[in-house]
Nanobody, 129 residues
Framework: QVQLAESGGGLVQDGGSLRLSCAGS????????TGWFRQAPGKEREFVAY???????KYYADSVKGRFTISRDNANTVYLQMNRLKPEDTSVYYC???????????????????????WGRGTQVTVSS
Protein backbone atom coordinates (compact mmCIF):
# COMPACT_ATOMS: atom_id res chain seq x y z
CA GLN A 1 0.00 0.00 0.00
CA VAL A 2 1.16 3.54 -0.78
CA GLN A 3 0.31 6.59 1.28
CA LEU A 4 0.52 10.07 -0.17
CA ALA A 5 0.42 13.30 1.80
CA GLU A 6 0.15 16.75 0.27
CA SER A 7 1.31 19.89 2.05
CA GLY A 8 2.07 23.50 1.26
CA GLY A 9 -1.36 24.84 0.47
CA GLY A 10 -2.69 28.07 1.88
CA LEU A 11 -4.04 31.52 1.16
CA VAL A 12 -2.11 33.74 -1.22
CA GLN A 13 -2.82 36.94 -3.11
CA ASP A 14 -3.27 37.19 -6.85
CA GLY A 15 0.18 36.94 -8.45
CA GLY A 16 1.71 35.15 -5.48
CA SER A 17 3.48 31.81 -5.25
CA LEU A 18 3.12 28.55 -3.37
CA ARG A 19 5.05 25.30 -3.40
CA LEU A 20 3.11 22.10 -2.88
CA SER A 21 4.76 18.88 -1.77
CA CYS A 22 3.59 15.30 -2.17
CA ALA A 23 5.39 12.84 0.08
CA GLY A 24 5.07 9.13 -0.55
CA SER A 25 5.43 6.41 2.06
CA UNK A 26 4.62 2.77 2.54
CA UNK A 27 5.42 0.07 0.02
CA UNK A 28 6.42 2.52 -2.68
CA UNK A 29 8.95 0.24 -4.36
CA UNK A 30 10.76 3.30 -5.59
CA UNK A 31 9.61 6.36 -7.49
CA UNK A 32 6.21 6.32 -9.17
CA UNK A 33 4.81 8.34 -12.04
CA THR A 34 2.93 11.15 -10.30
CA GLY A 35 0.27 13.61 -11.27
CA TRP A 36 -1.24 16.69 -9.69
CA PHE A 37 -4.96 17.27 -10.08
CA ARG A 38 -7.27 19.89 -8.67
CA GLN A 39 -10.95 20.21 -7.99
CA ALA A 40 -12.87 23.37 -7.22
CA PRO A 41 -16.33 23.34 -5.59
CA GLY A 42 -19.00 22.39 -8.10
CA LYS A 43 -16.46 21.56 -10.79
CA GLU A 44 -15.00 18.35 -12.10
CA ARG A 45 -11.51 17.25 -11.17
CA GLU A 46 -8.96 18.45 -13.68
CA PHE A 47 -5.42 17.50 -14.56
CA VAL A 48 -2.70 19.98 -13.63
CA ALA A 49 0.74 18.42 -14.13
CA TYR A 50 2.54 15.09 -14.54
CA UNK A 51 6.04 13.82 -13.95
CA UNK A 52 7.37 10.44 -14.97
CA UNK A 53 8.95 7.96 -12.60
CA UNK A 54 12.44 9.07 -13.64
CA UNK A 55 11.57 12.75 -13.80
CA UNK A 56 12.56 13.21 -17.44
CA UNK A 57 9.03 13.53 -18.85
CA LYS A 58 6.69 16.30 -17.74
CA TYR A 59 3.32 17.51 -18.96
CA TYR A 60 1.19 20.47 -17.96
CA ALA A 61 -2.35 21.59 -18.48
CA ASP A 62 -2.54 24.55 -20.84
CA SER A 63 -4.02 26.67 -18.06
CA VAL A 64 -0.89 26.38 -15.92
CA LYS A 65 1.85 26.04 -18.54
CA GLY A 66 4.58 28.60 -17.95
CA ARG A 67 3.42 29.31 -14.38
CA PHE A 68 3.64 25.92 -12.64
CA THR A 69 6.64 23.60 -12.48
CA ILE A 70 6.60 19.98 -11.38
CA SER A 71 9.72 18.30 -10.05
CA ARG A 72 10.83 15.44 -7.85
CA ASP A 73 13.70 14.61 -5.56
CA ASN A 74 15.39 11.31 -4.76
CA ALA A 75 13.28 10.71 -1.67
CA ASN A 76 9.89 10.01 -3.28
CA THR A 77 8.70 13.59 -2.89
CA VAL A 78 7.13 15.44 -5.79
CA TYR A 79 6.78 19.22 -5.83
CA LEU A 80 4.52 21.64 -7.63
CA GLN A 81 5.93 25.15 -7.73
CA MET A 82 3.08 27.53 -8.51
CA ASN A 83 3.95 31.05 -9.57
CA ARG A 84 1.81 33.96 -10.76
CA LEU A 85 -1.22 32.41 -9.12
CA LYS A 86 -4.65 33.55 -10.20
CA PRO A 87 -8.01 33.43 -8.41
CA GLU A 88 -9.11 30.74 -10.87
CA ASP A 89 -6.35 28.49 -9.50
CA THR A 90 -8.29 28.24 -6.24
CA SER A 91 -8.98 24.55 -5.66
CA VAL A 92 -8.15 21.54 -3.57
CA TYR A 93 -4.98 20.08 -5.05
CA TYR A 94 -4.38 16.34 -5.02
CA CYS A 95 -1.34 14.30 -5.91
CA UNK A 96 -1.69 10.78 -7.21
CA UNK A 97 0.59 7.98 -8.35
CA UNK A 98 0.05 5.58 -11.21
CA UNK A 99 1.37 2.04 -11.44
CA UNK A 100 0.19 1.87 -15.06
CA UNK A 101 2.18 4.93 -16.09
CA UNK A 102 5.13 3.89 -13.95
CA UNK A 103 5.40 0.61 -15.84
CA UNK A 104 4.72 2.04 -19.27
CA UNK A 105 1.21 0.89 -20.08
CA UNK A 106 0.52 2.38 -23.52
CA UNK A 107 -3.20 2.52 -22.81
CA UNK A 108 -2.74 4.77 -19.77
CA UNK A 109 -3.09 8.52 -20.02
CA UNK A 110 -1.22 10.97 -17.77
CA UNK A 111 -4.23 13.30 -17.73
CA UNK A 112 -6.85 10.68 -16.85
CA UNK A 113 -7.41 10.40 -13.13
CA UNK A 114 -8.80 6.90 -13.58
CA UNK A 115 -5.31 5.70 -14.51
CA UNK A 116 -3.98 6.67 -11.08
CA UNK A 117 -4.41 4.21 -8.26
CA UNK A 118 -3.19 6.04 -5.13
CA TRP A 119 -4.36 9.49 -4.05
CA GLY A 120 -3.58 11.89 -1.27
CA ARG A 121 -6.25 13.70 0.74
CA GLY A 122 -5.60 17.05 -0.87
CA THR A 123 -4.44 20.49 0.19
CA GLN A 124 -6.46 23.69 -0.20
CA VAL A 125 -5.07 26.52 -2.30
CA THR A 126 -6.94 29.80 -2.18
CA VAL A 127 -5.93 32.79 -4.30
CA SER A 128 -7.53 36.09 -3.35
CA SER A 129 -8.09 38.87 -5.86
Amino acid sequence: QVQLAESGGGLVQDGGSLRLSCAGSGRTSGSKATGWFRQAPGKEREFVAYISRTGDIKYYADSVKGRFTISRDNANTVYLQMNRLKPEDTSVYYCATSDKLSYGWNSASYSNGLDYNYWGRGTQVTVSS
